[in-house]
């Protein structure tokens, strides 16, 4: 069986196109493939209810929240997110147990005349599977996570309950646009007629392209932001707690989330304001106890499996991972990276070769220690090349032939009460979880 699923998976990495390895050449901007394999397979994606979410950053977590509380509520949720860490299960899982080994097997194999002929990429044989696995399971409801942009993405071809966007910013623009508008056009591609539309982020000068979206699609518009806040009360290294406010009144006191992080409180109103809808518009999905209906937020990692976002790894010293990548997300991050006490910060870190660091390379401190190390596939941007352009922005230290090679040299290095941060990259975080 081994040996088989390996054969399988290098199928599907080598003959195929995978964004996750190669980057852009893998990115088709047409929905043709996608088409004519649910055809094949008899439309499964119209078998259950689903949740759509697009965005740049807070995506991943928005949709494990939304999957844990529904969850939690006793519904079977399958739940489609991308890309894996590990094993590349982690994308299609239900109740957070990941497909089964022998399905992705099985499905290739007896697909494979389909996929000569059709020539599906990476991405579109895995949106196919996940659809025919929800249906063939018989998921109550799915929570399918967007791969890039929206309006061509994939995933773009289901009829949602609902449709949610969590935040625009700067990732992809060889692909997406080189403006915010321009990008937020392309997530904006998953409003649908009539299917109500939520935004997670306020950006202002995003408005606009949103509102005409929905107006032209008939879609009622939720911005999230005018209804509900949040206040983080305090957090521990597992769980954050934040009271909520609905229309400026106290809504939830004390709620916990298995997730640490400040920054999780913008994913947070997104997925309230959801819910909320959803239990609305749906009442079938309703919690039937009123005390129960967030209570999949404190379990959320036991339940959906979540793994690489803001991941404790060691302790004494401790070492922490997060799978943040772009200006926007690792800012976010960085500054969380204060909250926690320690003598000396080391960093090991990677990046993949076609995105511009600039940006990136700014937001680090200058007084970490730094361990570059390039991640292990073939699109891995060079650690002495990483180096070079880190020294523009006075961040030193020394390059590794591996990832696994600098975390060790960072232990070696650290005292017990000294910080290691792993990141730059998903793949950089697959490596050390």
Known sequence: MEQKYQETLNYLFSQLPMFQ???PMAFKKDLTNTLALVEAFGH???????IHIAGTNGKGSTAHMLAAILQKRG???GLYTSPHYRDFRERIKIN???ISKKEVIDFVQYNKALFEQIKPSFFEITVALAFYHFSKEKVDIAIIETGLGGRLDSTNIITP??????NI????MNLLGNTLPEIAGEKAGIIKSKIPIIIGENQPELRSVFIEKAK??????YFAHEYFSVELKGNNITHSKFDVFKNQEPYLNNLALNLHGVYQAKNLVTVIQTIEILDQQYPQFNSKIEKEKWLGLSELKDLTNMMGRWEIIGQNPTILCDSAHNPAGLSLVLS???EIKFEKLHMVLGFVSDKSLDEVLKLFPKKAKYYFAKPDIPRGMDAKQLRAEAKHFELKGRTYVSVKNALKAAKRAATPNDLIYVGGSIFVVAEVI
């Open 21 to 23: 390895r190669v980057g």
């Open 75 to 77: 519904f079977k949720t």
């Open 161 to 166: 309950l609902l449709s949610v966007i969590t």
């Open 44 to 50: 499964p994606q119209n078998d259950f209810p689903s």
């Open 169 to 172: 910013s700067f990732d992809h």
């Open 336 to 338: 969380q990276l204060n």
């Open 216 to 221: 032209k699609e008939s879609s009622p518009i």
């Open 96 to 98: 957070g147990k990941y």
